[in-house]
Every structure is written in C-alpha cells, then in structure tokens.
C-alpha cells in the first residue's frame, strides 16, 4: 500500500493520551484497559460496536460497518440515535472526480484506532487520514488530506434537509414518530464553492437540500492538507444545536477535547478500582463497565429536551431526562449496578421513566423507552423491577405513588401480550383469572387480535415475567401501606405454580382448558425462538426463571441436591442437534455449556443458584469457568447481544464477585472474585472493598470469609452492608472448601410475605 504523509499524524503521535512506549505513564489508568472491539465480531446475531463517547452522552459515534470484518466504512458517523442504530447524517471526505460523489462514500481503511474517548483512521484508498473526539452534544474532526487535489466534504441526511451558509452546514434528519435530530456543522476554512451537486459542478445557487440520502457538497482549494470540523447535535432544533457546540467545543482543539475525555472516562470507571496479576481480567473488567455507560443516554439541552413520548419540549426543572434503555435487557444487572456506583443518575432515570408515562396517553411504565418513544419490545412490564429495586436499596429521589400507578397500569390495563402496545384482551383477562398466560396448540390458529404475528403469545415467558413484577408490585403497595393491594399481587406472584408440570419438573405451557401442551419437547419446541411456548431460550432455561422465589423452586424440584443435580444435567445435557438446525431454531440461544445459554440475559443468574442449595463451592467453579470461556479479550469475546450493558453488567458483577440476583431483594450472592482486591466508590466517603487473602488468579474458590472483621458463613449479604462500607474479606484457595456456606442458616434469603 502506498505511504501518505499525513499533515498532523507526527503531532498526533506526540499527543499525551496517545503515546505508548518508554514515556508513556508507568501505571495505566481505567480507560487504558478499555478495548473497544472486544466483541466487534458476533457468535450469531448483532455485535457490539466500538462506540466513541462519553459516559451516557446524548452523541455516540461508532464506524459504519456491520461487523469488524466488514471490508469498508461508508462515510464517518456524525451521531447514532438509537442503540445499535446507525448513524443521523453523514460526513464524506473526498479528493478526485467529482462525477464519481455519491451521498455517501464506502472507504476501504487502514490504521484504525478506537478509545472510549477518540477515533483515528486512514481512509487508504483517497490517502485520507481522520481523527474524532465527541463531547456530550457535539463533536469535532480533523481531516488531513495527502493529495494536491481539491478537498471536498459531503454531508448527506438519510432523510430531512440540509442548508449550508458560506462554512456552516445545518438542518435536521427525520426519525420515526415525529421525532427530528438536528445539527451545526462548521469548519475552520472557508469552501470556496458549497451547495447541491450537479454532475460533475457544485450548483453554488442551490444552497438546500431535503428529502431521501439528500446531500451537500463543500469545495476547498487545491493543496488543501487539513480541514478541521465541529459539530453540535440537538433534539430540539437548530439553534440549540449551535449552543451545544459553542458551550463544549469552543475552538478546533480536537486534542484538547479527546484529553478532556480520556479525563471524564478515568473518573467515571476509577469509581471503581481494582488490583491483581491479571492484566487481561482487567481488559474484560473495565471494558465491560464502559458498556454499561453506553445506555441511558441524557437529552436534556440546557435545562430542556424534546420527549417523543409526547412530541414537546420540555424544562427538566432541574432533572435530567434520560431515554433510551431496553428494560427487559437491563433490569437484571445494569440497573442494580448504577444503584451502588451512580445512584444520582438512576434516580434521575427512573425520573424519566415516570415523565415517559405522565406524558403517554395511556400513562404505562414504559418498557423499551428509546429517542424516538416507548417501542414497547420483548415480553413482561420489568420497569417495575427498576423501581422497587432502587427504592428497597435507598434511593428516595422519585414519587413512589406515582411510580405504583403507573407500573400498576401497564401490568394491569396493558395486554401482556409480547412486543404489543394494544390494551388487555381475552388474554389477559384469561391470566388473571386463572394464573398463566394460555399457549396455542400446534397448529392452531391465531385468533387473539393483540398477538403479534412474529412474536407469538410465549407463553411461559409472560408467565414467569409477569409473577415477577406482580412480586415487585405487591412490594410497592406494601411499601405505600397498600395492605389489600399488596396481598392480591403478592399471592398471584405465586402463579407459576400453574405451569409447573410435577412429573417432569419443567415449567410447561397449558392450553387454556389447563392441559399440558402435548406433545412438547424442552429443547426443541415452539417454533422459531421457541416463541410458541418460551421466547428466544428453550425449556431449559425457563426452568430457572422465579427470581423472586428461588427457595420456593429448590423445593418444587425437589430439594437441595436434586437441585443441583438438574443445574448440572443442564450443562450436560448436549445440543440434540447438530450445531447449524439447533441455531437456525435458536439464534439467540448461545453460548451453550450443554443447554445453558451464557449469550441471552435469562441465563445470568442461574450460575448462583447453587448458592440456594448449600453449595456455594460450585457457584464459585462455573461463574470461573463461563467467564474463562465466554467473556475474552478477543473479537468473539462476547457469546450473545450485548444490549448496552446488559450483558456486561454480569461480567462487572461477577468479576468483584458477588451478583444482584433478584432486583427488588436488597441483598447480593457471592460468587468468585477475579481480582485481589475491588474497591467501589459509594459517593457518600465510603468505599466497599472485597479483598482475596491468598490471591492468586487460579484459586478461585473460597476457604473462609470475614465481613467487617466477623467470621462470615453465609453465601450472600445485604445491601445495607454493602452500603455502610467497610470490606468483605475472603481467604481464596485452588480447591473447594465444599463445607463454606453449606448450612441452612447460609442460604439466600427468598420471597417472603410482608409483616403486617
């Protein structure tokens, strides 16, 4: 490949956040340890993107591919509008032909670099070199150009309007349900020509452009070696857009942004701080806590944001809004993990959650909230989950009436129905009187008009979903001295005794005469995703989904060890089919140990319940083993779709060794620690630390343990002792001391009815 010299490449090179090597810093910070590609390549399904950002920042960016091993990027992002989504307008450098422009340019590359807080690239076919720093809203580039040729900058929307003003470009991109991106873009040199191309001229007449892949064309002069370029993005319009740049990129000092970055990134993962041999473990461990700062992400603009949720703008009255957040992803870890390390932020999430619902028609708890409003995705209401969580754990920053009504509503007013918006049916009605939401037949027709045609009814899935926030609702009404209320919800939470089938000890679905769907195999049946009767994992793993009562399922299978004797013929049962049928049926079902699913987030917490059985010993064992086999620093580190953070919250969980296992319980189990010493920062002057005697990266399991300096022989603690600081110190071995935490007075705590 031809050599370019690329005018500001050797003082790139000199940049302080970029060295490596004999002057760089002895001791590297959190965000040196972030690699951004870790799963850039997916097992089956969507991968993770390198994102450029800032911590929950309304502009991401990431390169316009669909998989590291794609073999062009098609133009440079300006702002991604939706998790996993690509990029609202578009910037095209070009040197050459201009008959051969088109709205968006595909670029082979070279020398690709990607940290949480800078992007560099060469676009080695037009011996273009690109740099990028973001801001929160707004972003800036620098363009070196090697040719003598004039440069030329293309900016499309894919679809909206566009007007340009001698170095200034702005206007807005259309998203779905009426909601609008808008941008200022502007470069430090003035184009001697600008405006809508015309063949192989620029028409300078035609300064605006609008509709489908509409594009502007920006013209500077012949040995042109850089062009440097900021931007501010809004939601609101285009003026606010230009004060989002003016207020946070001042000037074209992209170095000084990306340092300003890399700063904001050490600060917000050093609130956690780990210590240990195992340079890779702390790759895996900080890159997965970056993930985890991909979502929500802020909209408030000086004090306003625009909410699709009703098409306004409103005054945040000093409250953050936040949005975009699948829940039945992140419910699960990624909420529980910023009740201990950002606490602020979660409250002003479920601040926005409640807005999203005030500002609905309908007023539901929200449940896949994103930019563009509420999508209403996946199964079950698990907003409420995120609420009695936070409040049980302390925070006391929302209105907690207000939050019943709403959760209340969307479970009770809402068809449970799957990826459905519509009000309750005859389903619904069918599952509060009877306890469990009825499957179809083979072959039967569909005649539920709320069904969606894809999804189907996944009926265990709604099942199990929905006595789990009924649980978190009861909690609620307790809570608020809803005695009535709060017994109705919490007797019903114990429903999923309907679909359990006593021969097989499997949660089985049931036609609506209650017979057992006939015949129904755990591995196999229900159609594409097995959404006929579970929903993306089989049987199998829907065998282990009562979060809310787990002492109450060792029972029904039939004690501790057959408990664990069914956890471990999971593992072992194998696929039953060869690898290309089991993932044609099951894509989402990866990361397979036997019929465990490590890819999907259902699966997170069966590896602790052993915990529930006596034998915390193996819990220790096969969190070790699935984290050595499927959360590497590699390109396939990552066994399933990530989700912004929602699987990567039990990689953070589980590397400090302990894991939030039922939201809404405040307490945690305790698994194997990765690293011989993790100190959270609570933001309250205490720190919580977990320190390893005896560390050393193979013993992972646990001999003896003190809390706070008293001897300590159960498998789990509270949140309040995790809150009041202090350490919990754990003496670690190579081999299990299969007599820790064994006894009964050791086991997790479970469901329990309030006191009166």
């Not at 953070?645 to 939030?660: A, D, E, K, R």
Request: hydrophobic share 35%; proline share 6%; with cysteine.
């Amino acid at each position: 490949m031809k050599k370019y010299l690329y005018s500001l490449l050797c003082s790139a090179l000199a940049v302080p956040f970029l060295i490596s090597g004999a002057n760089a810093q002895l001791k590297k910070q959190p965000v040196d340890y972030v690699n951004p590609y870790i799963g850039n390549i997916s097992h089956l399904l969507v991968p993770t993107y390198p994102t450029v950002h800032l911590p929950n920042s309304l502009l991401r960016v990431y390169p316009e591919r669909d998989n590291f091993t794609a073999n062009t990027i098609h133009g440079l992002p300006l702002v991604i509008t939706s998790h996993r989504g690509s990029s609202a307008f578009n910037l095209s450098p070009f040197q050459g032909d201009l008959k051969n422009v088109k709205n968006t340019l595909a670029y082979g590359y070279d020398n690709e670099i990607i940290k949480p807080y800078y992007y560099e690239v060469d676009l080695d076919d037009y011996g273009i070199n690109v740099q990028f720093a973001p801001a929160h809203q707004s972003g800036i580039y620098n363009l070196n150009f090697s040719k003598t040729a004039p440069a030329y900058l293309v900016l499309n929307t894919r679809n909206g309007e566009l007007a340009v003003n001698k170095n200034v470009v702005s206007g807005f991109q259309k998203l779905s349900n009426n909601t609008k991106v808008y941008i200022y873009f502007e470069t430090d040199l003035l184009p001697v020509e600008s405006g809508a191309h015309k063949g192989e001229t620029i028409d300078t007449q035609d300064l605006t452009t609008s509709g489908q892949n509409a594009y502007l064309i920006l013209k500077y002069p012949a040995n042109t070696k850089q062009i440097k370029a900021h931007y501010g993005i809004s939601f609101i319009s285009v003026e606010q857009a230009k004060k989002n740049l003016n207020r946070e990129i001042k000037d074209y000092d992209l170095t000084k942004v990306a340092q300003n970055g890399k700063n904001i990134w050490n600060a917000t993962l050093g609130k956690i701080a780990i210590e240990g041999t195992d340079e890779t473990a702390k790759t895996i461990f900080y890159t997965s806590l970056y993930r985890t700062y991909e979502r929500m992400i802020c909209l408030s603009e000086d004090g306003q944001y625009f909410s699709a949720f009703d098409g306004k703008i409103h005054n945040d009255n000093g409250t953050p809004f936040f949005t975009d957040d699948w829940i039945w992803d992140t419910y699960r870890a990624t909420h529980p993990l910023r009740v201990i390390i950002e606490p602020k932020m979660e409250g002003n999430m479920i601040n926005s959650y409640l807005r999203m619902a005030q500002q609905m028609d309908d007023h539901w708890m929200p449940t896949f909230p994103e930019v563009t409003g509420d999508s209403r995705r996946m199964n079950s209401n698990h907003g409420v989950a995120t609420i009695i969580d936070a409040y049980n754990k302390g925070l006391r920053t929302f209105n907690l009436e207000e939050a019943y009504q709403y959760c209340k509503a969307g479970i009770t007013e809402k068809t449970l129905a799957p990826w459905s918006a519509k009000k309750a049916g005859v389903l619904d009605q069918f599952f509060k009187d009877k306890g469990y939401f009825p499957a179809l037949p083979a072959g039967e027709k569909e005649t539920a008009p709320e069904v969606h045609g894809f999804e189907k009814r996944q009926p265990i899935a709604v099942t199990l979903g929905t006595v789990y926030d009924e649980w978190c609702l009861g909690n609620i009404a307790h809570q608020l001295g809803k005695t009535d209320e709060a017994k109705d919800f919490l007797e019903k939470s114990k429903s999923y005794h309907t679909v359990f089938k006593p021969d097989t000890k499997f949660f089985h679905p049931k036609d609506i005469d209650g017979k057992f769907i006939q015949p129904l195999d755990y591995r196999f049946s229900g159609g594409l995703g097995a959404r006929e009767t579970y929903d993306e994992n089989n049987g199998w793993l829907y065998r282990w989904d009562v979060l809310h009562n787990l002492g109450d399922l060792v029972e029904m299978i039939g004690g501790k060890q057959a408990f664990v004797d069914e956890l471990e013929k999971m593992y072992n049962t194998p696929l039953g089919k060869s690898r290309f049928d089991f993932y044609a049926q099951l894509p989402d079902h990866t990361g397979n140990v036997g019929q465990f699913s490590m890819g999907n987030e259902p699966a997170m917490h069966i590896p602790y319940l052993y915990n529930y059985a006596g034998q915390p010993w193996r819990t220790q064992k096969r969190v070790r083993s699935l984290l050595t086999q499927w959360f590497r620093n590699d390109l396939m580190g990552i066994p399933g779709d990530e989700d912004g953070g929602g699987l990567t919250s039990f990689v953070v969980f589980s590397q400090m060794g302990f894991y939030p296992i039922t939201p809404g319980l405040p307490m945690y189990v305790i698994g194997s620690p990765t690293f011989a010493n993790v100190k959270l920062d609570l933001g309250n002057g205490k720190k919580f630390e977990v320190a390893c005697l005896n560390y050393a990266p193979e013993n992972k399991y646990i001999q003896s343990a003190k809390l706070n300096g008293q001897v300590w022989n159960k498998s789990w603690f509270s949140h309040e002792d995790l809150m009041k600081g202090g350490k919990l110190e754990l003496t670690m071995g190579k081999r299990p001391n299969k007599l820790w935490a064994a006894d009964e007075s050791a086991l997790p705590p479970s469901f329990k009815m309030p006191s009166k």
